[in-house]
């Protein structure tokens, strides 16, 4: 089977809900890739590590441009 073309998938930051109330600021600890038409990306959440904060926490997503994702 081919392999699936990448160009329907766009890159997401995850951003620590919890460093936002603390800090202030947007803190991204992890970089996805997300198909947009299948995914509700609005409303995606992850329960994932933060390491500022050394706890599991709740990310949202953001979109990136693909030049920040290197």
């Given at each position: 089977?081919a392999?699936?073309?990448?160009?329907?998938?766009?890159?997401?930051?995850?951003?620590?809900?919890?460093?936002?109330?603390?800090?202030?600021?947007?803190?991204?600890?992890?970089?996805?890739?997300?198909?947009?038409?299948?995914?509700?990306?609005?409303?995606?959440?992850?329960?994932?590590?933060?390491?500022?904060?050394?706890k599991?926490?709740?990310?949202?997503?953001?979109?990136?441009?693909?030049?920040?994702?290197?």
């Amino acid at each position: 089977m081919a392999r699936p073309s990448r160009k329907k998938r766009a890159f997401f930051a995850l951003y620590c809900t919890e460093c936002m109330e603390q800090f202030g600021k947007r803190v991204e600890n992890y970089k996805i890739m997300l198909n947009p038409t299948n995914t509700n990306v609005k409303e995606f959440t992850a329960r994932k590590f933060c390491p500022r904060l050394n706890k599991h926490t709740i990310h949202k997503a953001k979109q990136i441009s693909r030049s920040q994702n290197k």
